[in-house]
Antibody
């Protein structure tokens, strides 16, 4: 069974940093693109970042571009999201999500989410 | 970016009745549309992709239709466990992929 488990969330002050991790099991990351999607309290889903199966192509939402970095270690079957210069409006549950197939951003496996709270 | 608009924001339906949720794209996305179900306190789950293809393990009472800019998710006979927020997502033009604001289904 395909499974994703996020970790690394917590409470951080504005301007601080956090690194989220996403461990995959039941499938190999080497053939799948991966996303981070976030959901602020009581709000809808917002796409944050994407890394291609080989890590050579990455894309970011405008709200996080220049502050967040997505990366992956296929040898560890793990995806990361480095979040710097955090703002109050980055407060959300962050989901790690698997792409169903190449070049189609259909999100077929979701982790349980990790909560990031940015507050002074 | 492609803006996705869902209606209604909240839908109240009795068990056994049919529920219909709409999603409109700001430009044509062909059939590059997915639907997700998010039960309270849980992560989203893929229901439908390609506008009308049901994901594995999804009950037959869930169906999707539409193309271009207008799409519909239909639950043919509502069950109590269908209480959830339903999200549509376009993946025709990326980045970014974009979601609708969600429709809350009350049973």
């Amino acid at each position: 069974q395909e499974h994703l488990v996020e970790s690394g969330g917590g409470v951080v002050q504005p301007g601080g940093s956090l690194r989220l991790s996403c461990a995959a099991s039941g499938f190999s990351l080497t053939i799948h693109g991966m996303h981070w999607v976030r959901q602020a309290p009581g709000k809808g889903l917002v796409w944050v970042a994407f890394t291609s199966y080989d890590g050579l192509n990455t894309y970011y939402g405008d709200n996080v571009k220049g502050r967040f970095t997505i990366s992956r270690d296929n040898s560890k079957n793990t995806v990361y999201l480095q979040m710097n210069r955090l703002r109050v409006d980055d407060t959300a549950v962050y989901y790690c999500v698997k792409d169903m197939r190449y070049l189609e951003w259909i999100m077929d496996v979701w982790g349980q989410g990790t909560t990031v709270t940015v507050s002074s | 970016e492609v803006v996705m608009t869902q209606s209604p924001a909240t839908l109240s339906v009795s068990p056994g009745e049919r529920a219909t949720i709409s999603c409109r794209a700001s430009e044509s996305i062909n059939t590059k549309l997915a639907w997700y179900q998010q039960k309270p306190g849980q992560a989203p789950r893929l229901l439908i992709y390609g506008a009308s293809t049901t994901a594995p393990g999804i009950p037959a009472r869930f169906s999707g239709s539409g193309s271009g800019t207008e799409f519909t998710l239909t639950i043919s006979s509502l069950q109590s466990e269908d209480l959830a927020v339903y999200h549509c997502q376009q993946y025709s033009t990326w980045p970014p992929t974009t979601f609708g604001q969600g429709t809350k289904l009350d049973i």
